[in-house]
């Protein structure tokens, strides 16, 4: 015969076991309900979908690619909007310690609606056009983004300690802020420096 | 007479065509800036509807690529609008409009029909707080019961001397 402490164990399981079934919906769905560590990411990645291969030795009509990417770890629906821009290595960048985008002007923008862990990846093609030489200058008349034609007009002088001609490409990642109903820099940008060359 | 009706059909033509040439190149800049602008803001309401349906508890995936396909249209007015390209800048702004308007709506419901679905989510978690306890008040119940009746036995019973 079972003593009465034996039978306070079995109680004291049966207990456990249905307090542990009926809460464990509810459980579930709280521990569900906490978000981890909220944050966006903004990547590049080369022609072969691999982080290397980027182009740098470019020149005049041809045609190179770069993949963009956004990751939304934001715990909730984001609304994003890729900003590409193009400068010459005097002009001014995008700050990210100051939170400050680059005043020069949008040349290609994606519009991205993410919802939260997943990830949005497009191809960036580009072309430099009426690429000049002048002496120890040299020019970028318009560029070739997606298929569009944009008119830049940058101009860069010959860089003796690296000895190229530079440009970049860089692109901005813009977060939707529903309080203010704008859409704000995310003090996040990727850059992506070129050398233009006369022949490659 | 002859003459008269050429000349009349030849009036009639040059009418049409100036009408049909002002609908295709009538397009200023303020206008087509105007229904750009309109598609963007269209598409931002569209946006702050589905992360209201969302956090009703709503699936809207399938909203967020309509949203992406309508973004991709304003893009493209935007580029048509820079290029002097104003008719081009209307009609992608007219589809990035019509296609955020149409989102908005479905968010609505969406948001709605997630709001009763959540009303069942909370009692189901109701329903499994208070069972919880009732059980666990029953439970000690019983084993008061059990163990009142146990030891009454237990005293009730007299040792018997076999053999």
Known sequence: ?200 | MRFWAKLFLISVLVVLGVCLVHDVFGVSYQEAAGQVADADQALRNAFTSVVDAEQQGANVSLLLSRLGMAGGNLTWAEVALAAGNYSDAVSFAGVCRSVALSVDSDAAVLGNNAAVVAGNWWMMVVFSVVSSVVFVVVLFFVWHRFRRGYLKRLMGSRPEVTG
């Not at chain 1, 399981?13 to 459980?27: H, K, P």
């Not at chain 1, 005049?60 to 290595?89: A, I, P, Q, W």
């Not at chain 1, 960048?93 to 400050?100: F, H, K, P, V």
């Not at chain 1, 940058?154 to 860089?170: A, R």
């Open chain 1, 1 to 200: 015969m079972w003593s009465l402490n034996d039978w306070k164990v079995v109680f004291v399981a049966v207990g456990l076991i249905g307090v542990l079934g009926f809460s464990l919906f509810s459980v579930v769905l709280f521990a569900q309900g906490f978000p981890g560590e909220v944050f966006s990411e903004l990547y590049a990645l080369g022609p072969g979908h691999m982080a290397e291969g980027y182009p740098f030795n470019v020149s005049n009509g041809v045609v190179y690619m770069v993949y963009l990417g956004v990751g939304n770890h934001m715990g909730g629906s984001t609304y994003y909007e890729v900003d590409v821009k193009f400068r010459n290595s005097t002009e001014p960048l995008s700050n990210a310690t100051s939170g400050e985008a680059s005043p020069l002007p949008i040349v290609y923008k994606y519009r991205v609606f993410l919802g939260d862990g997943n990830v949005w990846e497009a191809p960036l093609s580009f072309s430099l056009l009426d690429v000049g030489f002048d002496r120890n200058v040299s020019s970028v008349g318009r560029l070739d983004i997606n298929g569009v034609v944009v008119d830049v007009e940058k101009v860069s002088s010959w860089d003796n300690e690296t000895q190229g001609y530079y440009y970049q490409i860089f692109v901005e990642l813009w977060r939707y802020n529903m309080t203010s109903s704008s859409l704000r820099f995310d003090s996040r940008f990727i850059g992506l420096w070129l050398n233009v060359t006369q022949s490659f």
